[in-house]
Nanobody, 116 residues
């Protein structure tokens, strides 16, 4: 099992940047596929980006390609999401997810608000 704690959310103007971080407990962090999801008010939770255990595979949602970058530090048990050129439509609660086999673990989320 793994516990996840997100941080780094906040209020930013359109065009600005934020970096989200997710700290994971446990000794097998490098075995997990890590991902970021987000949920805007009144909408379903949606995929943002993911990264394989070794950091070689990094798929992104089309809506964030070229603006967001996901990366991980297995030595520090963290996964981060660098978000640049933020848009008001990026406003959402951002969640970190860890996956191993068929098991998914979620963090509590961090709020990102982008003002126009």
């Amino acid at each position: 099992q793994v516990q996840l704690v997100e941080s780094g959310g906040g209020l930013v103007q359109a065009g600005g940047s934020l970096r989200l971080s997710c700290a994971a407990s446990g000794r097998t962090f490098s075995s997990f596929v890590m991902a970021w999801y987000r949920q805007a008010p009144g909408k379903e939770r949606e995929f943002v980006a993911a990264i394989s255990g070794g950091g070689t595979g990094t798929p992104y949602a089309d809506s964030v390609k070229g603006r967001f970058t996901i990366f991980r530090d297995n030595g520090k048990n963290t996964v981060s999401l660098q978000m640049n050129s933020l848009k008001p439509e990026d406003t959402a609660i951002y969640y970190c997810r860890a996956t191993l086999g068929g098991d998914h673990y979620w963090g509590q989320g961090t709020q990102v608000t982008v003002s126009s």
